[in-house]
């Protein structure tokens, strides 16, 4: 008989949770420090992807890990060094992006530009 795999069996719930970390804190997170960090177009983007009912679940799954990572304020570097504090959030989003980046398309990057009051590119 085979025995379930612990990881597989969890899995579902730990992308719950951290569903639910990226719901109650990432606008909060990202509109109070989005002016320090140089990523925060590709953080709203990952969490249009995210929230796109048409991204695959496994898609969805790293980028809200990677999204709940930079919500939770215990990280490898604290968010208030300065200079220091937001790399390991950019290095976690840049592995995400890296693996699962296809599926962001430029319907979720308009999106991020949007609600960060970003001016849409122009062609010149």
């Given at each position: 008989m085979d025995?379930?795999?612990p990881a597989g069996v969890q899995l579902p719930a730990l992308i719950a949770k951290n569903g639910r970390t990226v719901e109650q804190g990432f606008w909060a997170k990202l509109l109070r420090v989005a002016g320090h960090?140089?990523?925060?177009?590709?953080?709203?983007?990952?969490?249009?992807?995210?929230?796109?009912?048409?991204?695959?679940?496994?898609?969805?799954?790293?980028?809200?890990?990677a999204l709940a990572y930079?919500?939770?304020?215990a990280d490898a570097i604290p968010d208030f060094i300065a200079g220091l504090g937001f790399t390991d959030d950019a290095a976690v989003?840049?592995?995400?992006?890296?693996?699962?980046?296809?599926?962001?398309?430029?319907?979720?990057?308009?999106?991020?530009?949007?609600?960060?009051?970003?001016?849409?590119?122009?062609?010149?």
């Open positions: 025995m379930p795999n960090i140089p990523f925060a177009e590709e953080l709203a983007a990952a969490y249009f992807c995210a929230v796109d009912p048409g991204t695959p679940a496994r898609v969805k799954g790293v980028l809200v890990a930079f919500v939770i304020p989003l840049a592995t995400a992006i890296g693996l699962v980046g296809a599926h962001v398309k430029p319907r979720h990057r308009e999106r991020a530009r949007k609600a960060l009051g970003i001016a849409e590119p122009r062609d010149e």
